[in-house]
């Protein structure tokens, strides 16, 4: 059992929310740390315990490049626009004159403390981060996140769905002024039928994201308060796992 601290901060009273007491070895969590902790624990005792990082790949250094690319080009940085962002060329263009309009904050680098407030990236208090590419003001109560995908869409669904949730939830709780808030996926690398740039959009009243808010952070209470970190084999969580493999595996429960 988690002992429970009566502590709470107005936003815990609306919400319900409760604040552990201590925080076990892992004392900050983000969207894909959680997904990976709930996949299988001892994956990340293994890299946020042990210490021991994954090993990076040619994708995920295509996909910074490329996010690089749009953050350079929105802020005005990059002159003319990278041809990796091409499918949503005019999103980009109507993006840069928003930014120059002072209507955009680019990657935001959100911290929350335990209580849900407002803190730095890196501060000791900082229980939770969210990470996103763009924020677009549309009004004092209205407002757009915009994430930039690049690789498949496909298969990952109901993954970009909870995470744009927690997008929105983060969105409310920084700026306590907006009612309303449009998750964007945008899929850097595939068209539509249309031939338009493909994404995946979802609005959010206040009201509607803040039902959601208890059960990501009894999700991320749960991360943050774990002492045993049991491996949770199967094909589907040890898939893409580089601990398993190797001269000198870092786990002995991998499952081809």
């Known amino acids: 059992m988690i002992k429970l601290t009566q502590d709470k901060s107005p936003q815990a009273d609306l919400l319900d929310f409760e604040k552990p007491a201590v925080l076990g070895e892992i004392r900050a969590w983000s969207y894909s740390a959680l997904k990976v ?14 210490g021991i990082k994954e090993p ?39 993006l840069r004159q928003l930014y120059a309009d002072a209507k955009v904050e680019l990657e935001g680098d959100w911290g929350f403390d335990v209580d849900w407030g407002v803190v730095g990236w890196m501060e000791k208090a900082t229980w939770a981060r969210i990470k996103l590419d763009g924020l677009v003001h549309e009004d004092e109560t209205s407002a757009r996140v915009i994430d930039y995908k690049t690789g498949k869409k496909w298969g990952n669904e109901i993954a970009h ?22 998750t964007e996926f945008w899929y850097l690398d595939h068209k539509n039928a249309k031939g338009e740039g493909e994404t995946t959009k979802k609005s959010y009243t206040r009201e509607q994201a803040m039902l959601f808010a208890p059960a990501f952070h009894r999700r991320a209470v749960k991360m943050t308060t774990e002492t045993e970190f049991a491996p949770t084999p199967s094909k589907d969580s040890c898939r893409w796992c580089p601990h398993r493999k190797g001269d000198e595996p870092q786990c002995r429960w991998g499952v081809a």
Request: glycine share 8%.
């Open 37 to 50: 902790f709930e996949e299988c624990a001892y994956r990340t005792y293994i890299t946020r315990v042990k």
């Open 56 to 94: 990076g790949s040619a994708a995920m250094d295509r996909g910074t490049q490329i996010h690089q690319y749009a953050e350079d080009y929105v802020n005005g940085t990059m002159g003319e626009m990278h041809d990796s962002l091409f499918k949503f060329k005019e999103e980009f263009e109507e």
């Open 161 to 182: 769905s909870q995470q744009g949730l927690l997008y929105a939830i983060g969105t409310f709780f920084r700026h306590p002024n907006l009612q309303f808030v449009q």
